[in-house]
Nanobody
Framework: QVQVVESGGGLVQAGGFLRLSCAASGRTSRLPAMGWFRQAPGKEREFVATTAWSDGGSVYADSVKGRFTISRDNDKNTMYLQMNSLKPEDTAVYYC?????????????????????WGQGTQVTVSS
């Protein structure tokens, strides 16, 4: 089994920054697909960013492109999301997701149903 745990959420003013972490444990010898999703109150869980390919390539939602950066430290089984220039509309619970299967298409990499392992989420609140 695999467990993923997020950390790093909090309250920040608009224009500020946060860095989220996702630590994977258990049978983590092969987790080529890892990503971030978020869910705001009353909305569906949406894709944020992913590193779903074995070459470390990444994909971002248009709403965060240029502001957020996803990265991985495979030696530490940890993934990060650096969030800069935060906006009130970024307020949500952020979830880490992981899967043993590399994603062959962008559509699959962005699809929450393609990820088997999920964390409990970490709250990010951006005040205006």
């Amino acid at each position: 089994q695999v467990q993923v745990v997020e950390s790093g959420g909090g309250l920040v003013q608009a224009g500020g920054f946060l860095r989220l972490s996702c630590a994977a444990s258990g049978r983590t010898s092969r987790l080529p697909a890892m990503g971030w999703f978020r869910q705001a109150p009353g909305k569906e869980r949406e894709f944020v960013a992913t590193t779903a390919w074995s070459d470390g390539g990444s994909v971002y939602a248009d709403s965060v492109k240029g502001r957020f950066t996803i990265s991985r430290d495979n030696d530490k089984n940890t993934m990060y999301l650096q969030m800069n220039s935060l906006k009130p509309e970024d307020t949500a619970v952020y979830y880490c997701a992981a899967d043993r299967r590399p994603k062959m298409t962008t559509a699959r990499a962005m699809d929450r149903d393609e990820y088997e392992y999920w964390g409990q989420g970490t709250q990010v609140t951006v005040s205006s």
